[in-house]
């Protein structure tokens, strides 16, 4: 359905022999981070102006798909690509995996669709979903608050994932740190920290612009024509200055996706799998393979974002720092000992004295 010069064009399909094979038109380019790190470091400047640019084009596919009632329900840095690797290149949104077209007088649970004898609408006549059976659809840093609290949501979730991608380009950093319920919290306690190093040369209306699109009751959040309304993408002077803050955080953010990449290809390996099949001891057999490897791989990578909270997470937000010291998932996997006490009290200027368990 979807045909636009900001959206990755399904080309052509072909079913053979029972499977479907789906042609897309080449994406030369990486995704929207990884290409703006290595444009930077090839010399190019990187400046509010460019990331302006850049936001622009997603916009404007993110208006052509709510136009068409279709939400991507999935927005994230993965899905936004560089067409070639020219600095001039266009950029296209794809990742439409979860995407879903509204239709009028029908809710959807699950994958199941459910018939009401009125629609769901909103005030403004927009129709909204309700939240799967789990609750929870999408990648959980770009998760709307409506979403995490399993309620009834529509079009706004994707202008609060293009808000979080805005919030990444601007600084370099996701707005909401955490794992599990944790992130959740601060999801929906929605408290956003645009001070800081990498926030000094934005301009006062690109900050608006974040908190407008990351205001946590979508009643009151933007929506995607005021967005491309909105008076930063309209203003032809925006800051030329280098963001080379923005850029150091870049390289750490696409570190922490590469290792988390290579965590999740390492496990999926044909060499890992025979090994562990061929050595798999007793203690194991009451366990199903795969159930084992994906408890074993949540808990890595839930660590390793725990661990980027007590590196990045302000020393006054008590409400994530609490928890996570309290975290005896985490505390185990690390060992927490004598050396971990000192970097436990290194990170800790509150009079609350470290929990026993850190100790």
Known sequence: MLKHPHIVELLETYSSEGMLYMVFEYMDGSDICFEIVRRAMAGFVYSEAVAGHYMRQVFEALRYCHENDIIHRDMKPHCVLLATKENSAPVKLGGFGVAIQLQEGHLINGDNMMSENRPCLSPKGQMY??????????????????VVREQR?????DVWAAGVLLHILLSGT???????????????????NLEGPSWEYISDSA?????RMLAVDYHQRITIQEVLSHRWLKDRDKGRVHLSEAIEELKKFNARRKLKGAVLAAVSSPKWISFYSEHNSDAMSDYGEDEVTMSAVSLVLDSLDDIHCLQEAAHKDRDMLYPLLDDRQLHALLE????????????????????????
């Open 174 to 192: 996701l707005p909401f740190l955490g794992t599990r319920e944790r992130l959740y919290e601060a999801v929906c306690r929605g408290r956003l």
């Open 207 to 211: 900050k608006d612009l974040v908190r």
């Open 129 to 146: 979903l309700k939240a799967d059976c789990d609750g929870r659809i999408g990648t959980p840093h770009f998760m709307a608050p409506e």
């Open 153 to 157: 949501y529509g079009k706004p979730v």
């Open 336 to 359: 927490v000992g004598s050396p971990c006490l000192c970097l436990s009290r290194a990170i800790w200027p509150f009079d609350r004295p470290v929990c026993a368990r850190t100790a």
